[in-house]
């Protein structure tokens, strides 16, 4: 018996769970193989053939006419190189929290001045744009998360930018889009932004491990960099010939480079709005199965879906065991957080809702 045992526990760790997690999103065959591609020199013709080719995608991405940055981080590297750049010490900053990246945020505001205005928004509530109406003619900066994935709420970063912009055309808009961009509306040009800082994990479905910034044109003169590793004015430097200023993570690269592939050719608007049709889809099924959405409708994200439930851990422990990779609450709330981004369609939500529907039934 206890052989048997051992056998179905060494079938299950062995057996391709279906991953729905809010990133690392699962990437394509197609990424997998790029990245098994030899390694290369990274001050090469052929690396900054790669690299070219990324940045004119990433830009794309973005909808900037401005810089892209890449970076070998994660997002948060690419979150402090927007902070650290362009935030000198004492600089009257306002930075917004609805969760724990939010929060994250605000703490990374604070390790570059100790002159941080904090708006707070509840768990599982958007942040209200006339709370930025504090923004005034001294304020440096006001960063926003655009998709609070730990809460699965989707901030309203247009209405917040023309407020802020209202009361102070030169204020520096700071954006964390890691979980919005490359699968929800996301115009750096239309709204406005002047930084904004994500990752290669999320919606974009590339590896994890290559963080993104991408600045409003000409605004790289003006930083004032405040650490080494991203100091913008070297990235700059180097992305003028396609290369970075230090040794990349080259196949990480190879992958970045297929998935903007796949992005282009699958059209960024389709895909918005397959993100748009999962997202309602995802939450449609949860209600027929009786579960309570922790978000309400007009500001749930269009990456994750956040469900309640007084045994999350449990939920998300008998999901795994079936073969479905889901995650837990982050922050003190009693959620499920169901991520819906990168490559998903309503296939896979079908295999999440149908094993959810047995376990709660
Ligand atoms: C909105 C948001 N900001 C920041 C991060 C941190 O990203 P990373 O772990 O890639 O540094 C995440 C990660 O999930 C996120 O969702």
């Given amino acids: 018996m206890k052989g048997i045992n051992n056998l179905i ?8 769970r279906l991953l729905m997690i809010p990133g690392p999103a699962a990437y394509s065959e197609r990424v997998k193989k790029a990245m098994s591609l030899d390694v290369i020199g990274h001050r090469t013709k052929e690396f900054e053939e790669v690299m070219g080719e990324i940045n004119a995608n990433m830009a794309k991405v973005f909808r900037t006419s401005g810089d892209v940055f890449i970076t070998t981080s ?11 750049n362009f935030i000198s010490p004492n600089d009257s900053i306002v ?3 609805n969760g724990v990246f939010g929060e994250r945020l605000v703490e990374i505001c604070n390790t570059y001045s100790p002159n941080v205005h904090n708006i707070k928004e509840s768990y599982g509530k958007p942040l209200r744009p006339d709370a930025f109406s504090i923004v005034n003619k001294g304020t440096k900066a ?46 750096m040009e239309k709204w406005n932004i002047d930084i904004a800082a994500s990752g290669s994990q999320k919606a974009i479905a590339a590896p994890p491990g290559i963080g993104m910034m991408a600045s409003r044109e000409g605004l790289v003169a003006k930083a ?8 913008v004015k070297k990235y700059d430097e180097y992305r003028k010939k396609s290369q970075t ?9 190879f992958g970045m480079r297929e998935a903007l592939r796949e992005v282009m050719e699958e ?15 995802m939450r449609d099924g949860a209600r027929k199965l009786g579960l ?3 978000v309400a409708d007009e500001c749930a994200s269009k990456t994750v879906t956040s469900i309640s439930h007084d045994k999350p851990t449990w939920l998300k422990e008998e999901m795994y065991k079936n073969g479905v990779v889901i995650e837990g609450a982050k922050g003190e709330t009693n959620i499920v957080r169901v991520g819906h981004l990168g490559n998903v369609t309503e296939r896979e939500i079908d295999v999440v809702l149908d094993t959810m529907g047995k376990i709660v039934k």
């Fill in 9 to 16: 526990n060494l079938y299950s760790a062995l057996m391709k």
């Fill in 74 to 84: 994660s997002s948060t590297g690419a979150i402090e190189m927007a902070v650290s």
């Fill in 95 to 97: 930075a917004a929290s």
């Fill in 142 to 187: 006001v960063c926003v998360v655009h998709n609070e994935t730990s809460m699965g709420v989707e901030n309203p970063l247009a209405k917040i930018s023309k407020i802020v912009k209202e009361r102070n055309p030169d204020c520096l808009l700071i954006v964390d889009c890691v979980s919005s961009l490359g699968g929800v509306e996301f115009d």
């Fill in 224 to 231: 004032k960099p405040r650490n080494y590793y991203f100091d």
């Fill in 245 to 253: 200023p230090f040794t990349p993570a080259v196949p990480l690269f």
């Fill in 267 to 281: 059209g960024l608007d389709k895909r918005i709005q397959r993100h748009i049709r999962c997202a309602k889809y």
């Fill in 292 to 294: 309570e959405l922790f």
